[in-house]
């Protein structure tokens, strides 16, 4: 069993950065895939990243790419960060951290089986 908590998340100016942490708890997390989804007011969740055990490969979403990056703490092994850069209001959302025991490094929601609760990031403009 893995249980994820993100934090990081608050209000921001647009062009500003955030840093969210997922910490998780769990000896294996650190053999599968982490991905970050969002979802905004009145809209479906979203991908934003992913990034895959071993070698740390990673997938962004387009209207990130650039922006955002996703990274994993190589000593700790259960923490994965998602660095946001130059943010525009089209960022604010609640973002999720999930895991994906079978590590396929997805950009879909039914792929992750382990959720955290969210952390909202507000981004005025």
């Known amino acids: 069993q893995v249980q994820l908590v993100e934090s990081g998340g608050g209000l921001v100016q647009a062009g500003g950065s955030l840093r969210l942490s997922c910490a998780a708890s769990?000896?294996?997390?650190?053999?599968?895939?982490t991905g970050w989804f969002r979802q905004a007011p009145e809209k479906e969740r979203e991908f934003v990243a992913a990034?895959?055990?071993?070698?740390?490969?990673?997938?962004y979403a387009d209207s990130v790419k650039g922006r955002f990056t996703i990274s994993r703490d190589n000593a700790k092994n259960t923490v994965v960060y998602l660095q946001m850069n130059s943010l525009q209001s089209e960022d604010t959302a609640v973002y999720y951290c999930?895991?994906?025991?079978?590590?396929?490094?997805?950009?879909?929601?039914?792929?992750?089986?382990?959720w955290g609760q969210g952390t909202a990031v507000t981004v005025s403009s």
């Open positions: 999930a895991a994906d025991d079978s590590n396929r490094l997805s950009a879909l929601e039914s792929a992750y089986n382990y």
């Open positions: 990034i895959k055990w071993p070698y740390n490969t990673i997938r």
């Open positions: 769990g000896r294996t997390f650190s053999r599968y895939s």
